[in-house]
Nanobody, 117 residues
Framework: HVQLVESGGGSVQAGGSLNLSCVFS?????MGWFRQAPGKQRMEVAS???????YYSTFVKGRFTIARDNAKNAVYLLMDGLNLDDSAMYYC???????????????WGQGTQVTVS
């Protein structure tokens, strides 16, 4: 069984930066980040596993970086150049399998709020 706990969300001015963290327990392969704004569908932001290159959605590529540290059982989302459209609840996600397109999620974190103003 896998458990995920996100942290690092908060309020930031447009153009600013935030770093999100997700600490996980249990056996994971693909790790990813999703986000969901009110009234909108949850969308994949980025994902990475242990065998393939990271995936980034087109709307964050060049601004966000996903990083994984297995020694610390953590995955991070480093966000730069935030804009108003980035405001959302950000969720850490895990799959027991390699990353697929789209990512198949077996476990979700509780979410951490990011508000850009």
């Amino acid at each position: 069984h896998v458990q995920l706990v996100e942290s690092g969300g908060g309020s930031v001015q447009a153009g600013g930066s935030l770093n999100l963290s997700c600490v996980f327990s249990g056996n994971t392969n693909c790790m990813g980040w999703f986000r969901q704004a009110p009234g909108k569908q949850r969308m994949e932001v980025a994902s990475v596993d242990q065998t393939v290159r990271p995936y980034y959605s087109t709307f964050v590529k060049g601004r966000f970086t996903i990083a994984r540290d297995n020694a610390k059982n953590a995955v991070y989302l480093l966000m730069d150049g935030l804009n108003l459209d980035d405001s959302a609840m950000y969720y850490c996600a895990a799959s027991r399998n390699w990353c697929s397109r789209p990512m198949r999620v077996d476990y979700w974190g509780q979410g951490t709020q990011v508000t850009v103003s």
